[in-house]
């Protein structure tokens, strides 16, 4: 069985950063996407990375702020978030799956197989 574990989330001033770290077990080298979901609204992906070249998907209201990356060394992605402002709170989903080609990217949440709990983002005002 695949675990997905988020870490990272907590509280940020408007204006600071966090950077989120996901964790998938097992021995396949994953695509992955980050999701975020705010009460009441839907869940959403906010980048997402190819399990190798490092292709990439930004929702376009991170665009220029959030930076997806990964070491496959370790089986980690990473999430930096800059300059988060009130509207980047929200429940952050890590999101796996192994890929049917090296260089897919996916963002609908419909892809994915293995989720993690998730990691709460706060920013205040």
């Known amino acids: 069985q695949v675990q997905v574990v988020e870490s990272g989330g907590g509280l940020v001033q408007a204006g600071g950063s966090l950077r989120l770290s996901c964790v998938a077990s097992?021995?396949?080298?994953?695509?992955v996407g980050w999701f975020r979901q705010a009460p009441g609204k839907e869940r959403e992906c906010v980048a997402a990375?190819?399990?190798?070249?490092?292709?990439?998907y930004y929702a376009d209201s991170v665009k220029g702020r959030f930076t997806i990356s990964r070491d496959n060394a370790k089986n980690t992605v990473y999430l930096q978030m800059n300059s988060l402002n009130p509207d980047d709170a929200a429940l952050y989903y890590c999101?796996?799956?192994?890929?049917?080609?090296?260089?897919?990217?996916?963002?609908?949440?419909?892809?994915?197989?293995?989720w993690g709990q998730g990691t709460q983002v706060t920013v205040s005002s």
């Open positions: 990375i190819s399990a190798y070249n490092n292709h990439t």
């Open positions: 097992g021995r396949s080298t994953y695509a």
């Open positions: 999101a796996a799956v192994p890929p049917r080609y090296t260089i897919t990217v996916y963002f609908r949440a419909s892809d994915y197989n293995y």
